[in-house]
């Protein structure tokens, strides 16, 4: 049956108000720590770390912002029903892509800095990962992403969309999650058209692709960071990390 509006409105407000409890910083709040930027006596000392230092640091404080989504997800309408394995193969492929998404929300376009262990940070500060291909592809997609200025609603709504993907690997029931999709797809819509703003659509659906291989890029680094430093990633990182990302 076609989902009436009113539907629809409950839907997106649902989503908003979940994607509020589920979002550690406000706004109003990163507006105000945007310019606390690392001092260089700081910045030496994050790249003095070692290579597993540093991975390990980064690993922890990601999966502080992971455990956010995963409530996040959870409250999505629909997603709850889902079988077990499907919630779980959802989030396992979809949570870093929402980490990244709202990571734009935490990024300032006029020095560059993404927001990391309480102040903003340029990209010389995780030159230790030895990972300069990645940080300067999370950099890219984060400045890309936050020029296009979405307001809170149009990136909860979004997020909810990178998470019900029915095409992810492993799905055992593709049409549930096409269904609770749909109704998630007709809110955005609804959305920009309310705010005026229906071009953002394709310039949101073009980010995709690029959301997709950053997070390969991620998994590649963490096999090649894995190789050489397995303790590290058995007994140092967060089980979460290794659950969703290992
Ligand atoms: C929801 O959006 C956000 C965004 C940022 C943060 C948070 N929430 C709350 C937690 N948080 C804290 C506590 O600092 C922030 C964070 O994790 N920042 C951060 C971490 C690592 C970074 O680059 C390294 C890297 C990037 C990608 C993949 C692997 C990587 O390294 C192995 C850059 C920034």
New binding site residues.
Partial sequence: SYPTSLHIEEVSASIVRSHRET??YRPEELQALRWKVFSREEIHTYQSKSVDEM?QH??V??T??VQ?VVEFAKRIPGFRQLCQNDQIALLKSGSMEV?LV??S??FNTENNT????GKFAGTEL?KS?S?GD??AA?FDFAHNLCALRLTEQQMAVFTALVLLNADRPCLEDRERVQRVRRDVELALSHILLRDNQESLLHKLYQRVPVLKSLCAL?MEKLRWFRQLYPLTVHSLFPPLYKELFG
């Fill in positions: 979002t550690q991975w980064c690993a404080r990601l502080d912002a956010y980490v709202r990571m929300r935490m993404v927001f990391f262990d995780f990962l990972c990645l940080i999370v991620h």
